[in-house]
């Protein structure tokens, strides 16, 4: 069951993700920001992440960046309520990015691609 | 192979290489070589450092120029013979030399770059000193410079190698010392590949030795010498294109199993002032024409080439005339594939003709982009790549199948 960390400081998202995720055969963990999330992620060993952008006192493009340094191949899904985060040419970091929604069809059609994902290592 | 070599501090060891290829560049040379010298003074004092010169045996005084430039960097002219033309002939020489020195990092920069500036150097170099073996830069780009990367160069190899490298076949890039090894081993040393088709040939074999690939944010788009893209694109597209297809060969074991794609490393992240491009004119009723003219040339061709869908879609393309045209990129994505397994399969004598009759679809391709974002933001359109890049993705499967 592939595990996938869930980084929002809203706790409703936090727990809307969760559930569904779960339902839909994932194990979950969550983080409400990016505190000592790099040593959690040595840890863990999530299979995926998906990160919220825009967190009090956190900057999810930063974190990004973190990870990305760090986990080269570490599937990351951007989450967001707005999608002007697109400006920032750091979002291209990400594996593919998400418009927070009830409805989590596209965060579930993202995950699974990113999952089925294959290069030769 | 390096016909002539000037080495006046006598170097023979060195941490970085900083390497300006030229063929009579007597004008940007200096320039080049200048800031070329800051950059790697102000980002990489603590290394042992040389700008290495890589030339094609100019006869216009770019030698000269070079060693006649004020810097505190030691330097090595090396060049062809007068008979060896081509960037990747200069690019060998250069392997050789990065051997030679036992460098760690190297940087290279084209010479009639107008506006490259110290900072160029630190982010094409830093990203290989913290651990990445092959940087690409991002340049800021109008929507419709480089539509031969947006169209065909940028999607086909994402879809083949699983890496998202916006701009494989820029001219300029780091790369680690090691990596020559991989270059001069390479199978694949085609007149193409000696000529302007050594960019995108170093970048697919850096794709293939599964090394960190990163791409550095320049915050500023590239300026060269005035030139009309498509003047050269007679000479340009098929060394680029049959440098993809030669390397597809090789690679095959590799690619099939590519499924999607992910991102690579980014570095530059704190370049705060990000320049506006100047924008690229495109004439569409000159790439219809071009689009045109490809049927009476090559019709026949295509129906021998291209799967049973293809030429009639393409009829269907031809009926919708200038204001409502449009090249669905499944259709491209299809030709693409269609067209590597024939260049793959055909005498040699014949690839050439392939390659010339892929060029007016590549036109009609472009010119659908240009429909297609002509009312699009610079992001917008990048966006339609990004979409354009997942349809390749997705019908990668179609290639898996003509291939076997």
């Known amino acids: 069951m592939p595990k996938i960390l869930v980084v929002d400081d809203e706790e409703h998202i936090r727990l809307l993700y969760s559930e569904e995720l779960k339902e839909a055969g994932y194990e979950v963990i969550t983080a409400e920001n990016g505190n000592r999330l790099l040593e959690r992620i040595e840890e863990e060993k999530p299979a995926l992440i998906i990160l919220d952008i825009k967190m009090v006192d956190y900057n999810g493009l930063d974190i990004l960046q973190d990870i990305r340094n760090r986990f080269y191949d570490l599937p990351v899904i951007l989450s967001t309520a707005y999608d002007t985060f697109k400006e920032d040419m750091k979002s291209i970091a990400a594996d593919f990015y998400v418009v927070k929604s009830f409805d989590l069809t596209e965060l579930k059609k993202k995950i699974a691609t990113a999952l089925e994902t294959s290069l030769p290592s | ?404």
């Open chain 2, 1 to 404: 192979m390096a016909f002539y070599e000037e080495n006046p501090g006598g170097i023979t060891r060195a941490d970085m290489v900083l390497a300006i290829p030229t063929f009579n560049e007597v004008e940007g040379i200096g320039r080049t070589t200048m800031q070329a010298a800051k950059g790697l003074a102000e980002h990489f004092g603590n290394l042992q450092s040389v700008i290495v010169n890589c030339d094609n045996h100019s006869t216009d005084g770019t030698r000269e120029a070079f060693f006649s430039t004020p810097s505190e960097m030691p330097k090595i002219y090396i060049s062809t013979s007068p008979e060896q033309q081509g960037k990747g002939n200069n690019l060998r020489n250069l392997f050789e030399k990065v051997r030679e020195l036992e460098a760690r990092i190297v940087v290279v920069l084209e010479a009639d770059t107008r506006n490259v500036a110290p900072s160029w150097i630190r982010k094409l170099g830093e990203p290989i000193l913290k651990g990445s073996g092959y940087v690409c830069p991002l340049y800021v780009r109008h929507k419709y410079e480089a539509t031969l990367t947006s169209s065909l160069v940028y999607p086909l190899m994402r879809c083949l190698y699983g890496r998202r490298v916006r701009q494989p076949n820029v001219g300029d890039f780091g790369f680690k010392g090691d990596l020559v090894e991989a270059f001069l081993k390479s199978s694949v040393w085609t007149d193409s590949v000696q000529h302007f088709g050594v960019d995108v040939w170093m970048t697919t074999i850096a794709l293939n030795a599964r090394l960190p690939i990163c791409q550095s944010l320049i915050g500023a788009p590239k300026v060269h010498r005035m030139k009309d893209p498509y003047a050269h694109l007679p000479v340009l597209f098929p060394q680029v294109i049959s440098t993809i297809f030669e390397l597809m060969m090789v690679y095959s074991d590799f690619w099939r199993q590519v499924k999607w794609s992910k991102p690579t490393l980014l570095f530059g992240t704190d370049t705060h002032e990000v320049e506006t491009p100047v924008p690229a004119e495109v004439n569409v009723a000159l790439l219809h024409d071009y689009f045109l003219q490809g049927f009476d040339k090559y019709h026949g061709m295509w129906q021998d080439v291209y799967d049973q869908t293809v030429c009639p879609k393409l009829e269907e393309i031809r009926g919708l005339g200038l204001q409502h045209f449009s090249f669905p990129t499944q259709t491209w994505a299809k030709i693409l594939f269609d067209m590597a397994k024939a260049y793959a399969q055909a005498e040699e004598s014949k690839r050439a003709i392939l390659l010339d009759s892929l060029l007016p679809l590549y036109l009609g391709k472009v010119l659908s982009f240009v429909k297609k974002t002509e009312r699009m933001s610079i992001q917008q359109a990048e966006e339609y790549v990004e979409n354009e890049c997942t349809t390749f993705e997705e019908t990668k499967p179609y290639l898996l199948k003509v291939w076997e």
